[in-house]
Each structure stands twice: as structure tokens, then as C-alpha cells.
């Protein structure tokens, strides 16, 4: 019995210990905050899973867009990937056609150049994106809903 009690007593002390440890873990499965509406329409969730300092050269932000959210036209400073995690969305860089990304899809988009990504009309999307650089995001033009609107059906045709 004795045994028994200084096994469990070393058990319960090494699950305590285990739960505070020095390691720094996020999930990009939380929600993460409403984003507030200055650019872009509808609603749009971020969650800032991991930002560049010390010893990291990038940022990863998780966003999701509900459907029929659109981003204005913008740029970065540095090149940004796209990872898109879950649902249907919309990409366009400036004078290239638009197109429909889904779940799974890998996007990169190079530096300075101007693009716009949004939610599908119908769906959600839900996208991680890494970049590195702290220089904030250069917002170039508004993406109208006209606009957006004749993309979707566009797309919706193909």
C-alpha cells in the first residue's frame, strides 16, 4: 500500500510539472478576434498564431472570412503564402484573371504585388497566412461588392 501511494504521489507530481512547461504553444484552431470592418465588407475573424520576433523570421495568421466577405485590394512588402485550410474563397492579382481557391491549396503571392482574396458568395474560407516583415499591409483600393459580385458569378459559370 505504501508503494502504491509514493507511485501515485510521483505520478501526480510529474502531470503537474508536465503541465507547466517552458514550451509556448498556440493552435490555430481558435477563433482569434473580429476583425474590425475598415477593409474589407462583411465579417472576418483573425487569429495572430505566431508573430515574427527573436528567433522567427515570419508571421502566421489564421483568417476566416464568412461568406460573401470581401478584402479591399492591397499589398505586402514581402511575399505572402496562402495555405487555405478550410472552405471556398476568391484570389485575384492585378491584371491577371480571378479564380476560385478551396480547400488545400497553396497560394503565393510575390512582394508589392497588388491582390485580393475574399470568402466565396456561398461559403466560408479559412486560410494561414505566413509572411515575413513587420512593415504593416499597403490597402491600394476598395474592392466594390459590383465588383466582387460579377467575379462570383464569373466564377460561379466556370
Known amino acids: 500500500m505504501k508503494n502504491i501511494i509514493i507511485i501515485l504521489t510521483l505520478i501526480v507530481s510529474f502531470a503537474a ?22 477593409h474589407y465588407i462583411g465579417e472576418a475573424w483573425l487569429n495572430r498564431i505566431l508573430q515574427e520576433g527573436g528567433d522567427l523570421s515570419y508571421n502566421v495568421v489564421k483568417a476566416t472570412f464568412k461568406a460573401n466577405s470581401t478584402l479591399d485590394w492591397h499589398k505586402h512588402s514581402t511575399a505572402q503564402v496562402l495555405i487555405i485550410v478550410d472552405g471556398v474563397g476568391y484570389y485575384q492579382e492585378k491584371g491577371r484573371e480571378p479564380f476560385v481557391m478551396k480547400t488545400g491549396d497553396i497560394i503565393k503571392c510575390p512582394e508589392n504585388t497588388e491582390h485580393w482574396h475574399a470568402s466565396s458568395k456561398d461559403n466560408d474560407v479559412t486560410y494561414l497566412a505566413l509572411y515575413s516583415g513587420v512593415t504593416p499591409t499597403e490597402w491600394t483600393e476598395v474592392l466594390s461588392q459590383e465588383y466582387y459580385d460579377t467575379i462570383a458569378e464569373k466564377l460561379k459559370a466556370n
Do not use: C, H, M, R
Open 17 to 38: 510539472a508536465a503541465q507547466e512547461s517552458d514550451y509556448t504553444i498556440s493552435s490555430y484552431l481558435d477563433a482569434g478576434v473580429k476583425a474590425p470592418n475598415t
